[in-house]
């Protein structure tokens, strides 16, 4: 992998980058480095809930994210997901929940930089993929600038290169997860630092990018851009990245066709027994800026409802513009 790969990601969000929305994204860009939501080593080692690993071929290239702090169940995981197929292996050390705390895991190692440092050592000789990390600026009111350093100094020893940085704090007691990615101030600058001070790193930026106008102000800067959130309420804008940041022809023009591809899809993940209204919600989204969004948006909800796609396809490409 080159710094090239990192250039721009999407996030790894709970109850949205699943394999259905992934693969829609992939329609519509095919540079753009992909990432599973966040799945507890917990869950494979003890739940063996390994439909949790399930991707699509068309998705690479893609990372898992993984959540856990025992270094042996992480190197199992780590193990598994490379027989799997996945591209890079990345570990959380920035969601601040309270029942990933519980599972000490998550922002709150963030207070434990040699632990991360030997996790991530071992995961990396464990497997020949990249390991990477995601983490927070600091935790609660260990907010300066020196913290992050100390922390960077120190996980960089277990060998890693690739850090995805979310330019905020993580508040572990008072905010919800919702509420820590926007309350706590973003401090770009604070990423911008620290790719000065460890050029031999691949820094990547994450947390309240909202386009791709600012995700290039950021790459003056930094190695990469990671958007979530908007990425996922405005999955076409995803399209020009191939133009934008990789000088090629983009993956498609229409919407229409993206759509149609989709439902294909779709259809064909209904007879392995995929939910439907799993599948449909990701297309919310595709409409957004169109005269007909909010119609486009009340047709998915109604095939939703109804748990019935079947007659309705053309109904939803008429109401796409393009």
């Given at each position: 992998m080159s710094f090239d790969d990192h250039k721009f990601c999407v996030?790894?969000?709970?109850?949205?980058?699943?394999?259905?929305d992934r693969y829609l994204i992939r329609l519509i860009s095919k540079k753009v480095f992909l990432y599973t939501e966040m799945i507890a080593t917990g869950s494979l080692v003890y739940g063996k809930c390994f439909n949790q690993l399930d991707f699509n071929n068309e998705e690479h290239p893609i990372g898992v994210q993984l959540g856990g702090?025992?270094?042996?169940?992480?190197?199992?995981?780590?193990?598994k997901c490379e027989q799997y197929g996945y591209d890079e292996i990345n570990l959380n050390v920035g969601c601040p929940s309270d029942r990933v705390q519980k599972g000490r895991f998550g922002a709150c190692l963030m207070l434990e930089p040699q632990l991360v440092a030997e996790c991530l050592n071992n995961m990396k000789n464990a497997v020949e993929i990249p390991v990477s990390i995601k983490c927070r600026l600091g935790v609660d009111n260990n907010e300066s600038y020196d913290f992050l350093y100390n922390f960077i100094s120190i996980v960089k020893k277990s060998g890693i290169n690739i850090f995805i940085i979310h330019a905020r704090n993580g508040i572990l007691k008072g905010l919800s997860p919702r509420q820590n990615r926007n309350i706590p101030p973003l401090k770009y600058d604070y990423v911008y630092k620290l790719k000065k001070d460890f050029p031999d790193l691949e820094i990547i930026i994450n947390g309240g990018i909202k386009n791709l106008h600012q995700s290039s102000e950021h790459l003056k800067k930094v190695d990469g851009v990671m958007i979530g959130r908007s990425a996922y309420e405005n999955p076409f804008m995803l399209k020009d990245i191939e133009s934008q940041f990789y000088g090629i022809d983009p993956a498609t023009n229409s919407k229409k066709e993206i759509l149609n591809q989709y439902l294909e899809y779709v259809n064909k993940q209904l007879v392995h027994g995929?939910?439907?209204s799993k599948m449909m919600k990701h297309l919310f989204g595709l409409s957004r800026g169109d005269k007909f969004a909010k119609s486009f948006r009340i047709k998915v909800l109604e095939i939703i409802k109804n748990n019935s796609l079947k007659g309705h396809e053309k109904e939803l490409e008429d109401l796409l513009i393009y």
């Open positions: 996030a790894p969000m709970m109850q949205y980058t699943d394999m259905h702090s025992n270094i042996n169940d992480l190197v199992e995981c780590s193990k995929h939910s439907l």
